[in-house]
């Protein structure tokens, strides 16, 4: 079982940067490095989506069309912790961001895939 906590959200002007955190702490004896990671945001009103997903290794990673270009995960397995470096925000950024493990070697788009999911953390890009 592994516990997923998001820190590094906040407010930031259009065009700013975030960088986005996911301490993980296991628990079954399982390493982090043996879990796929993903990122995915829920905007107010709308449908919880794929931002983006890193392998066991840190390669290959996986990326929604509408980030591609703009944010990059990276994992540190040594301190159990996967990031989310977001430039060039736009409002439509804007939404709740979930850290998600799954035992999948590959990232996958779909959240059924993933099997433990952090509380989130809010951004917000105002214009």
């Known amino acids: 079982q592994v516990q997923l906590v998001e820190s590094g959200g906040g407010l930031v002007q259009a065009g700013g940067s975030l960088r986005l955190s996911c301490a993980a702490s296991e628990r079954s004896g399982r390493s982090f490095s043996n879990y796929a990671m993903g990122w995915f945001r829920q905007a107010p009103g709308k449908e919880r989506e794929f931002a983006a997903g890193?392998?066991?290794?840190?390669?290959?990673?996986t990326y929604a069309d509408s980030v591609k270009g703009r944010f990059t995960i990276s994992r540190d397995n040594a301190r159990n912790t996967v990031y989310l470096q977001m430039n060039s925000l736009k409002p439509e950024d804007t939404a709740i961001y979930y850290c998600a493990a799954s035992l999948r070697y590959y990232a996958d788009h779909d959240a059924s895939e993933y099997d433990y999911w952090g509380q989130g953390t809010q951004v917000t890009i105002s214009s």
């Open positions: 890193i392998s066991w290794g840190g390669d290959p990673t």
